[in-house]
């Protein structure tokens, strides 16, 4: 029952949400109460992208390819903004950066989040249970997923859309490692933004998001809101915003659509053998590539039924900060298949584990 978001959004939630977002830039101090003979630094003045002919040349292009209006593309293009800070927000940490899966989980795993996954569980269980059916994807990992996200639409971000996306696609940072890719991701990115607000007949100035273009509760992004989101309510509408039912159903029909597997785990627990070969194992990063067999002859034994596992596997790092360090030894888990599919909505095995492990915790408290 997969379908297109081609009916229009809820406008009223994008309007409401902008003027939130507007009200919290003007909450400050009171001028008053502010040292006198500290000097105001003036704000730069904001760029448009009508300014630049490589932004009013993708227009017309884009325009061309999809059948679109030239002027609406380029008014919408043209009235996007430049956010100085979003190119440095997408370079990866400085290289020799330790990476810390306790810190990491810690920001996710909290009891702000366990509480308000409670809650969204027990308003949703028949729409979560009916996911599961159609589907195949467990409760806990929708529930995960939208936790991680958005703390269950308690965060769906500040940034317009248009500016993310443009800022992305005509300024994404050269020295990003896989900058060329990444920047043809954007494009196509806003393209499909731009293609879904007219079809829905949504001002593309108005929807809020990431600083990377990721929209409502469950942060798809515009291919995958295409691609993924359904209407699982009922009532006519694709709304990711506002309609709890209809974000679990997407969320599970992109698990779906990216091979999740019903019945099978995400990981198994795994025993290391001093003599196991780490290298060899690590290669694939978390890619399943080895047979339960295989695994184990390379030193690495899943736990808990791994031994049977029917799949592959790949060995999952998580590391603990600095490894010279009493009590910072890695942690490893074998994942499967399924954990793999939790890493296409974000590339990370430490993403993937906090999903997985704010579910559990989740289901523990509402008696799955």
Known sequence: MTTTPDRPLDRRRLIATLYIAAGALS??????????HRRRTANPPEQRYADRPDAMR?????????????EWTRAAIGQALYLPNVPRLMLPPARGTAKNWRVYRSRFIDPVRIRAGVQFWRRNRAALARAEAEFGVPPEIVVGIVGVETIYGQNMGSFRVIDALATLTFDFPPQHPRAPARQAFFQDE?????????????????PLGSYAGAMGMPQFMPSSWV???IDFDGDGRVDLWNSETDVIGSVA????GYGWQP???????????????????????????????SFAAKGALPLNGG??????LALIELQNG?????????????????????????WSSYYAMSVIDLGQEVAAVVGR
């Open 322 to 346: 600095d490894p010279t360090l009493p009590g910072n030894e890695p942690q490893y888990v074998a994942g499967t298949e399924n954990f793999y599919v939790i890493t296409r909505y974000n």
């Open 253 to 256: 029909n992109y698990f779906k």
């Open 27 to 36: 909450t400050g101090a009171n001028a008053q109460n502010r040292p006198q």
């Open 58 to 70: 993708f227009a017309d292009d884009m325009a061309a390819r999809r059948g679109l209006s030239a």
């Open 307 to 312: 031994t049977a596992h029917p799949g592959k």
């Open 227 to 229: 691609k993924y989101a």
């Open 263 to 293: 019945g099978l785990p995400t990981h198994y627990p795994v025993r290391l053998a001093p003599e196991a070969q780490m290298d060899a194992l690590l290669a694939p990063d978390i890619l399943p590539s080895f047979s339960a067999d």
């Open 190 to 206: 806003l393209e499909q933004f731009l293609s879904l607000c007219q079809r829905t007949g949504v001002d593309p100035l108005t």
